[in-house]
């Protein structure tokens, strides 16, 4: 009994019962990191043809962008902006096709004072590509 204990207490101190990450995990930390670099092609190649963005507010639901190709304009013309925002995941977890993340988003204000605020997101991960992703209202962090 005590060397099966020593045995699993050696695995766990290895490593080899630490918690997987979620399936669509990097596809969404590559989405995120895409955006952070302003680069819409690595965007492109991570959306579904069919992609949705949507955003959730206090009694709303809307579509924000509807397709790849609305998608990919409205990051292009973010990319073309001044506007410097970057974004980091700050806890997820997984349920088979959907990543739930808080976002915080990090920029300077015209004062020249970091802003910060933080959301929750949804992606959903369709065959290794963001089908859908659901924002909800953000909160100062």
């Known amino acids: 009994m005590r060397r099966r204990l020593a045995g699993l207490c050696a695995a766990l101190a290895a490593g080899a019962c630490a918690p997987q990450p979620p399936e669509g995990a990097a596809v969404v930390d590559a989405f995120i990191t895409a955006y952070n670099d302003k680069d819409v092609d690595a965007m492109a190649a991570l959306m579904h043809r069919d ?24 990051m292009r013309r973010y990319a073309a902006s001044e506007q410097r925002t970057r974004s980091r995941i700050d806890g997820l977890v997984g349920d088979g ?20 605020r ?7 991960v369709e065959n290794g590509l963001v089908r859908r992703v659901w924002y909800y209202p953000a909160s100062a962090d």
């Open 97 to 116: 096709a959907f990543i739930a993340v808080r976002e915080v988003a990090e920029w300077s204000g015209i004062d020249g004072d970091t802003r910060r």
């Open 118 to 124: 933080s959301a929750l997101a949804v992606y959903e």
């Open 51 to 74: 992609v949705q963005q949507i955003g959730v507010s206090e009694d709303r639901v809307d579509v924000v962008a509807r397709g790849k190709d609305d998608l990919v304009r409205q």
